[in-house]
């Protein structure tokens, strides 16, 4: 696989990629709904609530993690998860000026 030239590209570019491709996925989706569904932290109820393995699970809550997406606090020996406030406000900044950039004419 070829290496990805992001130096080319702006850096709102490379972090709203970043973060679609963390979201890219239908379990890491379900995954945020059920934190969003919460209002709170989630440690250890998203076995029980989506039916994946833990280990499925931890992996999904890695990539969204590495993106910025969601922050985890340590209580004991649990991780538990939110979603970060400032990355998802600036996602939703970056999607909705993405979407507002096309202006819907009929040009096909």
Not at 28 to 57: P, S, Y
Not at 59 to 84: F, M, S
């Amino acid at each position: 696989m070829g290496l990805t030239k992001t130096e080319i590209f702006t850096e709102e570019q490379n972090r709203l990629a970043t973060m679609l491709k963390a979201l890219a996925h239908p379990a890491r989706i379900a995954i945020l709904q059920q934190i969003i569904k919460a209002n709170a932290c989630i440690c250890g109820q998203l076995v029980d609530e989506l039916g994946l393995a833990q280990a499925t699970i931890s992996q999904h809550l890695k990539e969204l993690k590495n993106a910025g997406i969601i922050q985890g606090t340590i209580e004991g020996v649990t991780v538990c998860y939110c979603i970060e406030p400032k990355a998802w406000k600036l996602l939703q900044k970056d999607l909705s000026i993405f979407f507002k950039s096309f202006d819907v004419k009929n040009c096909c």
